[in-house]
């Protein structure tokens, strides 16, 4: 029998409404929407909402598939149940689709007043970044003029209280004037920048205020450079003083006790202290005025003056770097010092015989056309100039010396001590006061003031062109060097500096040279009319002095016209009789020297004079050393005889002579033409001269005393007397000078030649002179006991 098997379900698939599944694509579709957009958190919440309505939907549908295919045996119940679901998940659905397009509405709306908001936020946040940097702005004026006060406040704290406790001290210290050099001009421009701002009567707050700020800076911006490089350029010697002050512990201790009783608020223990306060000043500028401009709206009207300001004060502080740069090569190379051979031969080594070498080299290739120089036009203008004012200033000063050494020689002859016994002469007497005014008062007052505002200032200007002449020397040498490093493509670090060294220099030269040489040249001009009004009041004191004696003077009564004709005759007539008194003197001192000469010489002089003529005759009037070959060797005082004035190649240096039987060449400067005293000399007073009676005529020794004293007589006698000048050469002769009257004790030397007389001067000294070099002349009777030869 078969067993009945269970009957197998059959299968079957539940069709699921399109409906639904429209539902879920539009679900899908929001899922995506609220992913995009999510500001929308309300829309979200509901979207998850019907998410989870779906998948309710979605388990309750599976439940029924599990019951339809479980259970067949109902399938009537299962087929309402699906309907059922069914409908109710489309009502779902649609009640959805209803609340999500109300949530849609509500974001677009939200949406809309979204951008309103976010202008609104956004206006707000500006007008308070507005508002800030208006404050900060508003604190960066007020820090920059409050600063700009307690600065000034400083600096004139420390120039006045300070500098004048420390001038208390004793001893007196050394260079403190030099610390506050051109301190004063910084506290006047900074003085004057708060006098500008202070006149507008404005307040920080003011939008006026900041444009009155940056015009005053503006306008005192050259003067602000001025003072502030000076002082700059002049701070490293500050600190030089300073720490030659910190050397000594006693005196730096007793300077910080100043300090400190002087400024007690401030605490200060130094002089640099106060004076770092420029150089810390001028570097400030430009970050307060940039810190303005940052926060200064660019609408506001006074930005961009604001602009140039800050601009102004970055280029000034780079022209004030600049020009501490150059002042600090310049202080560097135009020191002169004074070097004996031992310290230059120390200071030699390896490095600077090289570079000196080197720029020798350099030099003779300029010289020789081998390399080109490097030509400045400009410069080499300047340098011309500047070597033309030193000579005329150096001439200038030479001229006034002379003048001032004349007038001293004038005032040191005073004529008015002695007594020319003048009583009773009314115009000598005159003359005599006058003379005593002029060397007393007005004369001495004259060149006091010569000396004070004419020499002085020279010899200052002289001075200073040691500084720009050692700077053109030293920009030749590193000229020279630059040359040679110039046509390399790539330069060592030591080479770099030579050609910055010698930029600097050159620019230098080239800024402050035309401003040295107006400045020396206007010095000039100043001077000579300085000169020319000390003449004009010595000439109307002089006039003064004149008036009040002009009625005791002869001429006194004439015309004033008739006066100045009387008195330019009276100088020009003086003025011939001086010329001619200085010329009769100067044929005097200039007439050629005429040497004695000895026996031997005289026979020379007759040999040469016989064979070349007295028009070739020249004596020697140095020692002449031969130093080529046929030169001669001659003594001082030697006769010669010129044969050519010139040697074999026509140097006319060089002059053959004839020595006396020697010839050779003799140097042209060391001859002069021999003048004969004349060509019949008087006779020798030993040929026709007797003694008198009771005078001994037994030969006596030169140079021992006589044995008995000369008899003093009263009667008419002769005088003898030396016509010609005459230089001893040797113990046995005596030196005697024209118009001197001698005593003759023998009329020949010892081996009784008679060209030789024994004489005795005044004096008592006695010697041998030649006898045609004696005259006689008459005498009148002699006193008893006078000084009367061959009485």
């Not at 307040?203 to 700059?232: H, K, M, N, W």
Request: proline share 6%; aromatic share 8%.
């Amino acid at each position: 029998m078969e067993v009945p098997r269970r009957p197998q379900p059959s299968s079957f698939s539940l069709p699921i409404p399109k409906p639904a599944s429209s539902a879920l694509s539009q679900l899908g579709a929001v899922e995506k929407f609220t992913k995009k957009n999510p500001m929308k958190e309300n829309l979200q919440g509901k979207m998850d909402g019907t998410s989870e309505e779906e998948d309710e939907v979605g388990e309750k549908e599976g439940a029924v598939e599990s019951d339809v295919s479980v259970s067949e045996e109902a399938p009537d119940d299962s087929s309402e149940l699906v309907d059922t679901n069914a409908s109710q998940t489309t009502n779902v659905r649609l009640s959805s689709q209803d609340s999500f397009s109300e949530e849609t509405s509500i974001s677009e709306e939200r949406l809309a007043e979204e951008p309103e908001k976010t202008k609104k936020k956004s206006e707000e946040e500006k007008a308070a970044a507005k508002e800030r940097n208006a404050q900060r702005q508003q604190l960066a004026i007020e820090e920059l003029v409050q600063s700009e006060r307690n600065y000034l406040r400083m600096l004139q704290l420390s120039t006045v209280t300070i500098r004048s406790n420390l001038q208390k001290i004793q001893p007196p210290l050394a260079n403190l004037g030099s610390m506050f050099l051109y301190i004063e001009d910084v506290i006047d421009v900074s003085s004057r920048l708060l006098s500008l701002v202070d006149q507008k009567k404005c307040q920080p707050g003011d939008p006026t205020f900041l444009e009155t700020v940056c015009a005053s800076f503006l306008s005192l911006s050259s003067d602000i450079e001025a003072a502030y490089r000076e002082y700059l350029a002049n701070y490293n010697y500050i600190t030089v003083v300073e720490d030659s002050y910190k050397q000594k512990d006693l005196l730096w201790d007793e300077i910080v006790k100043v300090i400190k009783a002087s400024a007690p608020e401030v605490n200060a223990t130094s002089l640099s202290f106060f004076l770092v306060m420029p150089v810390q000043r001028i570097a400030r500028y430009p970050l307060l005025l940039q810190t303005i401009l940052k926060h200064t709206d660019p609408s506001h009207p006074a930005y961009g003056l604001l602009e140039q300001t800050a601009h102004t004060s970055i280029a000034l502080n780079c022209r004030i770097n600049e020009y501490k740069r150059f002042r600090e090569v310049a202080d560097k190379y135009k020191k002169t010092e004074t070097l004996t051979i031992k310290d230059k031969i120390n200071r030699l080594n390896t490095h600077s015989i090289a570079k000196k070498t080197a720029r020798l080299s350099q030099h003779i290739k300029h010289g020789t056309g081998m390399a080109p120089k490097l030509v400045d036009e400009e410069f080499d203008a300047l340098e011309d100039f500047f070597y033309v004012l030193e000579n005329g200033i150096l001439q200038l000063l030479e001229d006034v010396e002379t003048y001032l050494q004349h007038l001293q020689g004038f005032l040191a002859c005073k004529t008015e001590e002695f007594d020319l016994d003048m009583d009773g002469e009314k115009a000598p007497i005159c003359y005599k006061e006058i003379t005593t005014a002029l060397r007393q008062w007005i004369l001495p007052t004259f060149e006091k003031r010569m000396r004070t505002l004419i020499h002085k200032p020279l010899c200052a200007l002289r001075d200073l062109l040691a500084g720009p002449r050692n700077l053109i020397r030293k920009r030749l040498d590193k000229l020279l060097d630059f040359e040679m490093i110039e046509a390399k493509s790539t330069l060592s670090y030591e080479e770099q500096a030579v050609a910055n060294t010698y930029r600097t220099i050159n620019t230098l030269l080239l800024n402050e040279l035309p401003q040295f040489n107006g400045m020396a040249l206007q010095m000039i001009w100043s001077l000579l009319g300085t000169f020319s009004c000390l003449h004009k009041d010595l000439a109307s004191d002089m006039e003064q002095l004149f008036q009040s004696f002009a009625q005791q003077l002869p001429h006194s009564s004439l015309h004033p016209s008739a006066f100045w004709e009387w008195a330019e005759s009276s100088v020009l007539e003086g003025a011939r009789s001086l010329q001619t008194l200085c010329q009769s003197l100067e044929d005097s001192l200039n007439a050629p020297f005429v040497q004695p000469l000895s026996p031997s010489s005289q026979r020379r002089l007759k040999q040469l004079t016989d064979k070349h003529g007295s028009g070739k005759i020249y004596q020697v009037m140095g020692t002449v050393v031969g130093s080529r070959d046929l030169d001669l060797n001659l003594a001082k005082g030697e006769l010669v005889a010129v044969i050519n004035e010139a040697d074999t190649r026509g140097d006319k240096r060089r002059w053959l002579v004839d020595a006396g039987g020697r010839r050779g060449y003799v140097p042209s400067s060391k001859l002069i033409r021999y003048h004969q005293p004349t060509d019949d000399p008087p006779p020798s007073p030993g040929f026709n001269l007797t003694l008198p009676q009771g005078t001994s005529g037994i030969r006596r020794h030169s140079y021992t005393p006589e044995s008995q004293p000369l008899r003093v007589v009263s009667q008419p006698c002769f005088r003898v007397l030396a016509a010609y000048d005459f230089t001893a050469r040797g113990n046995h002769e005596v030196t005697v000078r024209a118009g001197e009257p001698v005593r003759v004790l023998e009329p020949h030397d010892k081996r009784g030649n008679p060209e030789w007389s024994l004489v005795e001067v005044r004096g008592g000294q006695r010697g041998y002179v030649p006898s045609n070099y004696l005259t006689i002349m008459p005498a009148g009777t002699g006193q008893p006991g006078s000084y009367q030869p061959y009485c």
